[in-house]
C-alpha cells in the first residue's frame, strides 16, 4: 500500500508524527509513506488552494517534502508532483491536535487535505485529536489516536465503497480526549453543531499603534445536538463522519422549486 499523508499544523508538528506512525502500520513492510505537509502552520485554511501564486516545494528527506501552501496544495502536489503517474491507495491528513468536530469541520485545513484527495478520485481520511481536561497533560497527548488510529483506518477502508460519476466521500475521523484506555468504541455519526459555539475576533494594537484583530474559537465543551460527532467525542467514542465536498441542501431543493 501506498500512502500519501499531509496536515495543517506544518511538517514538525507532532501529530503528523503520529500519523506517520499510523500510516507506516497500515502500509506494512512493503508498503510506502510519503509525507507532503505544509512547510508552516495551516490551521483554519479549509479547502483553500494556492490559486494566485505559485507553492515552493522542498524534499527533507527520503519520502519527505513540505510545500510553502495549504493541505490541499500539498495534496495536488503530491499526487500531480512527487507522485506523479504512481498509484496512491490512501491520504490521510492529520492528526490534528484539537478536535474537528462539528462547525470545526467548515473551516479546518485537515479535512481540506482530505477532501482534496477525495476530489482527486483517491480514498482519503481526516484524523484530529480532541483536546480536554482527560489527556491534554498526558506525555502524549494524542495517545487516543496513536494506539486506535490504523485500526479505525482499517474497518472503514473495509466498507468504504468509491463513488463514479458523483463527489467521491472522505471521512472526518475524531479522537475523544480521553488517555487510549478511556476510549468507548467508535460511533458512525452525522457533523454535529454546538449551538452556542461560534468563532469571533478579538481587537488588539501593535506597539506601533497598528490594529490587529485575532480570530478566537468558541467553546469546544460546550452542549451539541445528540446524535452527532461532538456529542459521541463528549461521551468518549472515536467519531466516524463521511463527507462529500456537496454543499447542496438537497432536503430544500424540492420546496425551493416554487420559485421556477
Known amino acids: 500500500m501506498r500512502i ?5 499544523d506544518g511538517i514538525n508538528a507532532p501529530g503528523l508524527k503520529v500519523l506517520e506512525g499510523i ?3 497500515l502500509a506494512g513492510p512493503e508498503g510506502e509513506v510519503w509525507v507532503v505537509a505544509p512547510a508552516f502552520e495551516q490551521s483554519g485554511v479549509a479547502h483553500c488552494i494556492s490559486y494566485a501564486h505559485p507553492t515552493m ?3 527533507m528527506g527520503p519520502r519527505r517534502f ?6 490541499a496544495d500539498c495534496v495536488l502536489a503530491g499526487v500531480h508532483d ?6 496512491i491507495d490512501l491520504v490521510l491528513s492529520g492528526v490534528n491536535r484539537g478536535n474537528n468536530s462539528g462547525e470545526n469541520a467548515v ?3 485537515t479535512l481540506g487535505g482530505a ?10 481520511m481526516a484524523l484530529s485529536q480532541y483536546y480536554g481536561p482527560a489527556n491534554y497533560q498526558l506525555d502524549d497527548p494524542f495517545e487516543a489516536a496513536a494506539q486506535h488510529g490504523a485500526e479505525v483506518v482499517r474497518k472503514v477502508l473495509a466498507q468504504h465503497k468509491p463513488v463514479s460519476g458523483s463527489y467521491n466521500t472522505f471521512y472526518n475521523i475524531n479522537f475523544p480526549a480521553q488517555p487510549a484506555a478511556g476510549v468507548k468504541g467508535v460511533r458512525v455519526v452525522p457533523q454535529g453543531y454546538r449551538p452556542e459555539t461560534r468563532f469571533s475576533v478579538i481587537p488588539d494594537t501593535s506597539p506601533s499603534g497598528r490594529r490587529f484583530l485575532w480570530a478566537k474559537g468558541g467553546d469546544q465543551h460546550s452542549p451539541a445536538t445528540p446524535g452527532g460527532d461532538v456529542d459521541a467525542n463528549m461521551a468518549g467514542y472515536i467519531s466516524v463522519t463521511p463527507m462529500r465536498a456537496d454543499l447542496t441542501a438537497h432536503d430544500l431543493l ?6 421556477e
Not at 500519501?4 to 495543517?8: P, S, Y
Request: charged content about 15%.
Open 115 to 124: 477532501m482534496e484527495g477525495a476530489l482527486q478520485g483517491l480514498t482519503a
Open 82 to 87: 512527487v507522485l506523479a503517474g504512481q498509484t
Open 66 to 71: 513540505a510545500a510553502e501552501g495549504s493541505p
Open 254 to 259: 424540492e420546496g425551493l422549486r416554487a420559485i
Open 4 to 8: 500519501l499523508i499531509t496536515n495543517d
Open 107 to 109: 473551516y479546518s485545513g
Open 57 to 59: 516545494i522542498s524534499e
Open 23 to 25: 500510516a507506516a502500520e
